[in-house]
């Protein structure tokens, strides 16, 4: 028995079936192969959007599924759903990118991309994890450890006033100086810190700074090496020190 599947406009395709039911392996074959090279054919967004729906998105829903059922590629703190939805729009990302050829199926370069992306973000969830638990152990060393400690002490100034203008400078000092791109991530990085100066400052006293706090929280936010940091920091370094002169005076 021959059907005429007709994709889009005056494609037509001839696919025999050979009267064997449907299974979960014939899930993505001829017809959705040529689907693909059609999708990929037109420029019309209309039409992109009637073949992938019609066509592609039960297939390609169906696979992610068993790739991440067969693999077991689940992640940490999501559900089944959310690692399906997820991959699917990364894979939607991507689909621009297959070439289509005799030697080369959709079928196999899409399942390789999900299962890549998959795993790859499964590793990543893990080193996530590590730096995380890394962190939270060597920060809970040094904020015990008075070595690393930083005081204000003028009786005449309370971290909170300084903050504060130091906020308000620092917003300026970025918008009009002439930084690199270090400096300026450096500097929208040290703006959230101090905002939210409360999570960063430790012990009862509210004038006391741990630095080594201050350099790892600045280094998870802005994925600076301790040496570009410190590089980065001399600007703003001048500058709250220029700011403390004028508030003591």
């Known amino acids: 028995m021959t059907e005429i599947i007709n994709l889009t406009g005056d494609t037509s395709v001839e696919l025999k079936k050979k009267g064997r ?8 074959d ?3 192969e040529l689907a693909v090279v059609r999708f990929l054919e037109t420029e019309c967004h209309h039409e992109r959007n009637k073949i992938y729906n019609e066509f592609l998105l039960k297939p390609l829903d169906k696979m992610i599924s068993s790739i991440i059922r067969r693999y077991k ?3 940490k703190d999501m559900d089944f759903n959310e690692i399906h939805t997820d991959t699917h729009s990364f894979l939607i990302t991507k689909i621009d990118k297959f070439k289509p050829s005799k030697e080369k199926k959709a079928y196999s370069y899409f399942g390789t991309i999900c299962k ?7 590793i990543k969830d893990q080193k996530e994890m590590n730096r995380k638990i890394s962190y939270e152990d060597i920060s809970t060393s040094l904020e015990n450890d008075e070595g690393f400690a930083y005081y204000i002490e003028n009786d005449n100034l309370d971290s909170e006033r300084i903050i504060h ?8 000092f970025i918008k009009n100086e002439n930084l690199n ?3 300026i991530k450096l500097g929208q990085a040290l703006y959230d810190l101090f905002d939210n100066y409360e999570n960063i400052f ?8 741990n630095k080594n706090i201050i350099l790892l929280s600045l280094r998870e936010m802005t994925n600076l090496s301790t040496k570009e940091i410190r590089g980065s920091m001399k600007k703003y370094k001048n500058m709250y020190f220029e700011l403390v002169q004028t508030m003591v005076k």
Do not use: A
Request: aromatic residues 16%; glycine residues 4%.
């Open 30 to 32: 001829v017809r959705e």
């Open 165 to 172: 203008h130091f906020l308000i400078k620092l917003d300026l």
């Open 21 to 28: 039911k449907p299974t979960q392996l014939n899930y993505f």
């Open 116 to 122: 890549n992306y998959l795993m790859g973000q499964i």
């Open 202 to 209: 430790v012990g009862n006293d509210n004038n006391k700074f």
């Open 181 to 183: 791109e270090n400096e």
């Open 73 to 75: 590629l689940y992640r």
